[in-house]
């Protein structure tokens, strides 16, 4: 939402305040300071060892003493986070507009992921504004009756994010210690893939590290210590897998560029990873990004090792195949999102609309 917030404080005829609820306190200051983004409202719902009820019950009564005080004329909300169907619901008990960043993506199964498609499904049906990433988005929309004059698509305001956060000048301590190395990106968090499925995935890079002297793996790890246990179960102390702290979104989106390919159960790095032209090998059963996988950028491979393993030795093995999904193209957007949105909310028609 960053690249979203600063365009619209460019533009004299809009009043932006930003709230923000600190569901995930660690990772939201680092990106904030990096655009230089200061809100106005910070609730602080973070609690150890929190679960989806204390977000959810925090930030309803919260939001609405800010509703009331600020009475604003639309509320943004991005994507599939309890912090957005908490505010969505909010806004619509005090009939407020809503408009939806990176609305429409959809797996269609209410638990995959976990719980961020029910989110997503739940703000979209209060959401006015609805500001999509692709025509699939705009079409899972249509099919679920959202009126066609409600639907955007602007391209995803993360592919925005790319252009203040990467530069082609960076260095870092990580980069240096696997120069001479194939370096391959690991992120695994997702609640869904808890238990055998996080083993699986592990298992599988372990096995191929221990096969290829040339692959470093790096694995920025999530807070859940639940995560945690089970990589330190799994990897132990083999050098080949560098676990460090959740890095930065500068540094994080800077490793991607400089990383060979990525193994994921994410879901915005299959946005980003395509802008980079780095293959990213998805440890989902679904994702709701398809246009990545047919777009040749992303490969569906599951939680099961050995399907895993196999997809991961082919990347690392055919020439061929790793060309032909680095240079595919990425079908999430231009980089212009944010102008698009800015334009819509205030009635301009200054930017080009991607055409479908």
Known sequence: MCPLVKELKTRPDVNVVVCVTGQHRQMLDQVLSCFNVNPE??????????????????????????????????????????????????????????????????????FAPFPEEFNRQAVSIVSKYNFVPTAVSRDNLLREGKKPESIYITGNTAIDALKTTV????????????????????????????GEPLRNMFKAVLKIVNEHDDVKVVYPIHINPIVRSTATEIFGNNTAVQIIEPLDVVDFHNLLAH?????????????????????????????????????????????????????????????????KMSSASNPYGDGNASVRIADILTERDTAPFIKV
């Not at 939806?100 to 959809?106: P, T």
């Open 41 to 110: 409202y910070d609730l602080s719902v973070m609690k150890d060892n929190q679960t989806l009820f204390d977000i959810t019950i925090g930030i309803l009564p919260l939001m609405q003493k800010i509703l009331n005080s600020e009475k604003p004329d639309v509320v943004l909300v991005h994507g599939d986070t309890t912090t957005s169907f908490s505010t969505a619901l909010a806004c619509f008990y005090m009939q407020i507009p809503i408009g939806h960043v990176e609305a429409g993506l959809r797996t269609f199964d209410i």
């Open 167 to 194: 530069c082609n000048s960076y260095h870092h301590p990580i980069l240096e210690s696997v120069q001479g190395s194939k370096l391959v990106v690991l992120t695994a968090h997702r609640r869904e893939n808890l």
């Open 259 to 323: 990383s060979y390919m990525i193994l994921t159960d994410s879901g915005g790095i299959q946005e980003e990873a395509p802008s980079l032209g780095k293959p990213v090998l998805v440890m989902r059963d679904l994702t709701e990004r398809p246009e990545g996988i047919e777009a040749g950028t992303l490969k569906l491979v599951g939680t099961n090792k050995d399907r895993i393993y196999e997809a991961f030795k082919d990347l690392l093995n055919d020439t061929a195949l790793y060309k």
